[in-house]
């Protein structure tokens, strides 16, 4: 069974910084993408970063220069390191594996927790960050 495990949410004040982790288990391949999305409250999901193999593939305009997404050699790992946060980036971050089931009508069917999000992926619980000015 896959599952994906973030930490390291929380509080900080503007302009203060965090680091997310999220490790995958169950997976078998690890030449897919992995991301991180949020969902700001009241919006809807909305792609973080994203990276592939190790190497880095999206990073949101509004947050470039101030995000860093990575992965772990065995690469079954990512990180988002947040500095000079501010109070828009209070969200619920996901992290998000693109999923190895067959493209069904049951797999398709699966909502992601992560409203608005896509489809096929697999979902951590997802991790609280909020931002105080």
């Known amino acids: 069974q896959v599952q994906l495990v973030e930490s390291g949410g929380g509080s900080v004040q503007t302009g203060g910084s965090l680091r997310l982790s999220c490790s995958a288990s169950?997976?078998?391949?690890?030449?897919?993408?992995m991301a991180w999305y949020r969902q700001p409250p009241g919006a809807e999901c909305e792609m973080v970063a994203s990276i592939r193999g190790g190497e880095r593939r999206y990073v949101l305009p509004s947050v470039r220069g101030r995000f860093t997404i990575s992965q772990d050699k065995s690469k079954t790992s990512i990180y988002l390191e947040m500095n000079n946060l501010q109070p828009t980036d209070t969200a619920v971050y996901f992290c998000?594996?693109?999923?190895?089931?067959?493209?069904?009508?049951?797999?398709?069917?699966?909502?992601?927790?992560?409203?608005?999000?896509?489809?096929?992926?697999?979902w951590g619980q997802g991790t609280q960050v909020t931002v105080s000015s």
């Open positions: 998000a594996k693109e999923s190895e089931l067959p493209v069904t009508g049951q797999s398709y069917a699966r909502v992601p927790p992560c409203r608005g999000g896509p489809r096929l992926w697999e």
């Open positions: 169950g997976f078998t391949r690890d030449d897919s993408d």
